[in-house]
């Protein structure tokens, strides 16, 4: 089993022949779709044809490339090669990103579009791609600015949002006499030892004041670029902007917050119930929050952790099963933190080749294991999207984080249904540190990042007033489930999500995915396996509608607060049994 991941089916390296001849053609293969774009062709509908069909093969070109140059710098920040082909690439993609506004703009011209699509079945396999498009037209940049204002931007935010990315990968924190990336002293927070988790707390907390400075100039200049970009784009402020790129209404979003609200003084059980557990008083210390608990500390190495999720996952769906398989043998993940290497996890798929790349930072944890199997659900769900045309495979993130939570859902149910009595809390535990991460930490992210946005309005915020802004989000969503003096004031430097400038507000989708997956498995529960045909065939439809009309299409209403009531219920329930056995 390989543990860094395989980049060759991309290119063989960046000295590739192929590379260098893909990287000098994709100019020229950019204008020549933008040129046919203003080009007669004896009518709409053989000119629509030929742009998706010129388009899916820029999509597939850019695709490759992009997946060698991000893969490698998001292990190896350094990468001479790869910063200078990704330099490049950036400045492509404001042409591109010229290219699809003008598609905008032309398909909104076109008469009667709806009509055109009907009679062809090209265009209706492409229906929602396409009327989304000629949407988009009435938000896309005046013409006159749009290219200097995306040239900027490579200057700007796209230009802070990578320097965000190597300070977190470069950062070397002093740990008990020893230099060690960020990443590494970050996991562990999972450590069965308390004092490690103290002393790595506290050294994490110290490493980020060498660079708080630069990481304020990140996110205030993402932020105030965001403000700027919804304005000359016709928003009225960046959350609406946030929620009409993903296709989900303010309603939706209201919804989900007022469950989750409502719930958090019972959530926050958890937390004081953990924190007496562990000996703390006044609520539960930062620093102990994904502290190991109860009889069961073990840990897993990479080759059990594949075993399990494999035997796991041929129970639900023998599809995702061999998938998972395949992603441990043939090189699709990379596994271990080192020097160089960004922190977190995410899953990137290539539509042309059928596969995804995953990148973890693995130290054994069961949390570890659950991250596995987040991802995992990532690439599935990307497996599935190979059922539509490529350009009906863009799912809006709240949708793109259900297959993930749906995964981390199964194994967490797999776990506690086959453990010992002795065992529960331990396995309680752990559904409830990735549950509460989901709803109420998020919380606490959409709360800051609001209140960043909307301080740009007058000035940038300082250091101390990004900490102060932080500790006060985490009041309002921990509330006294944290221990008030031992909090995380540097959230917003460790959280690369804020950080992103084609995705603000990258927080909420994580609490839609979350949730949503639990409410689809309540259903397979309740169905067995004539559900899974069903939830197969909604993850190949998330990039195939808006939010309200996929999750209707299964019977769900999101944009009341029933449905979301009901799915927070089942993680509320599991606080209150914690609580209960930690009484005991």
């Known amino acids: 089993m ?30 020549a779709f933008a040129a046919l774009i203003d080009k007669d062709m004896g009518g709409d509908l053989p000119k629509i044809r030929t742009l998706i069909a010129e388009y899916e093969q820029l999509g597939t070109l850019l695709e490759r490339l992009r997946m060698m140059v991000s893969m490698t710098l998001a292990c190896e920040a350094g990468h001479e090669k790869a910063n200078a ?15 699809e506004n003008a598609l905008s703009r032309y398909l909104a011209s076109v008469d009667d579009l709806d009509a055109l699509i009907e009679q062809d079945e090209t265009l209706k396999k ?20 749009e290219e200097p204002v995306l040239k900027m931007q490579l200057s700007g935010g796209k230009m802070f949002s990578e320097l965000r990315d190597k300070l977190d990968a470069t950062l070397e924190v002093d740990y008990r006499g020893e ?28 490493s980020y004041k060498k660079i708080e400075l630069p990481m304020s100039y990140c996110l205030n200049s993402i932020k105030s670029e965001a403000r700027t970009m919804a304005a000359l784009t016709g928003y009225e402020d960046v959350l609406t902007m946030t929620l009409d790129q993903s296709g989900m209404t303010r309603a939706t979003l209201d919804a989900m917050w007022t469950a989750i609200s409502e719930a958090l003084p019972e959530l926050r059980k958890y937390f004081k119930a953990k924190g007496r557990l562990l000996g703390h008083k006044n609520g539960l210390p930062f620093y102990d929050l994904f502290a190991p608990v109860g009889e069961s500390t073990r840990t897993y190495t990479i080759e059990e952790a594949r075993d399990l999720l494999v035997e796991i996952f041929s129970k639900f769906s023998p599809e995702l099963s061999e998938m998972m398989a395949r992603a441990f043998d043939e090189g699709w ?90 065992e529960e809390i331990t396995l309680l535990d752990a559904s409830l540190m990735e549950n509460t991460q989901v709803m109420v930490d998020i919380y606490s992210r959409f709360l800051f990042e609001q209140k960043v946005v909307d301080a740009q309005a007058d000035h940038a915020l300082s250091v101390k007033e990004l900490k102060e802004t932080m500790l006060w989000a985490q ?110």
């Open 2 to 31: 390989r543990t860094n991941w395989d980049l060759t089916v991309f290119y063989n390296d960046f000295d590739d022949p192929k590379f260098a001849e893909d990287m000098a053609a994709l100019p020229g293969n950019i204008a």
């Open 85 to 99: 082909a990704n330099a490049q690439l950036r400045r492509a993609f404001v042409s591109v990103e010229q290219a």
């Open 126 to 145: 492409n229906d929602y791609f396409l009327r989304r498009s000629a949407q988009e037209a009435k938000h896309t940049l005046p013409e006159t600015l």
């Open 179 to 206: 230099k060690i990336p960020l990443s590494a002293v970050r996991s562990k927070a999972y450590d069965a030892d308390p004092a490690v988790r103290k002393d790595a707390y506290d050294a994490e907390i110290e």
């Open 333 to 422: 993940i990379d596994v271990y933190p080192r020097a160089g290497k960004r922190g977190g996890a995410f899953c990137a798929g290539c539509y042309q080749l059928g596969v995804s790349r995953i990148m973890t930072n693995f130290t054994g944890s069961l949390s570890d294991v659950s991250t596995l199997a987040h991802e995992l659900g990532h690439a599935f769900n990307n497996q599935q999207m190979l059922r539509v045309p490529r350009l009906m495979c863009r799912p809006p993130m709240p949708l793109a984080e259900t297959a993930s939570t749906f995964n981390e859902t199964v194994l967490s149910d797999f776990i506690r249904a086959t453990a010992s009595p002795e």
């Open 475 to 584: 009041e309002q969503s921990y509330g006294d489930g944290l221990d008030p003096e031992v909090r995380h004031p540097y959230m917003w430097a460790c959280k690369s999500h804020y950080y992103s400038t084609g995705r603000h507000f990258y927080n909420f989708p994580y609490a839609f995915g979350g949730l949503f997956g639990r409410g689809l498995y309540a259903r397979y529960q309740q169905e067995g396996e004539s559900f899974v045909p069903v939830y197969c065939d909604l993850l190949s439809r998330f990039g195939s509608d808006t939010i309200e009309n996929v999750t209707a299409s299964v019977g769900i209403d999101v944009t009341t607060p029933d449905f979301w009531r009901a799915a927070v219920k089942t993680v509320v329930d599991e606080a209150l049994r914690f609580d209960e056995l930690v009484g005991e």
